[in-house]
Nanobody, 125 residues
Framework: EVRLVESGGGLVQAGGSLRLSCAAS????????IGWFRQAPGKEREGVSC????????FYADSMKARFTVSSDNARSTLYLQMNNLKPGDTAFYYC??????????????????WGQGTQVPGSS
């Protein structure tokens, strides 16, 4: 059983910062991937960042590498997305996703099976 619960979304102004949290359970197996995705109104869902358990390597979408950072707590039960210098284009619904099994490829390309309910980053307008 896999459960993902996002939190931390909220209204921020341009240039502000926000930290999203994804509380994960059921991912104690050795091979899994977990990451963040977002979807803006009228837009396709896009990958933000992810971590693969094979080696713990973190991937970021090219446009977000300079502003977003993924980390975890000491127990590694929560995945964080630190979002800095937020822009109007960052307004979206943000989702945490996971799957069992991973490889050494970019986990943003994986087909994720488990999804959280999402958390909203609505923007300031």
């Amino acid at each position: 059983e896999v459960r993902l619960v996002e939190s931390g979304g909220g209204l921020v102004q341009a240039g502000g910062s926000l930290r999203l949290s994804c509380a994960a359970s059921g991912l104690t197996a050795e091979d899994y991937a977990i990451g963040w995705f977002r979807q803006a109104p009228g837009k396709e869902r896009e990958g933000v960042s992810c971590v693969r358990s094979t080696d713990g390597y973190t991937f970021y979408a090219d446009s977000m590498k300079a502003r977003f950072t993924v980390s975890s707590d000491n127990a590694r039960s929560t995945l964080y997305l630190q979002m800095n210098n937020l822009k109007p284009g960052d307004t979206a619904f943000y989702y945490c996703a996971a799957l069992r099994g991973s490889s050494y490829s970019n986990c943003l390309d994986y087909h994720y099976r488990y999804w959280g309910q999402g958390t909203q980053v609505p923007g300031s307008s």
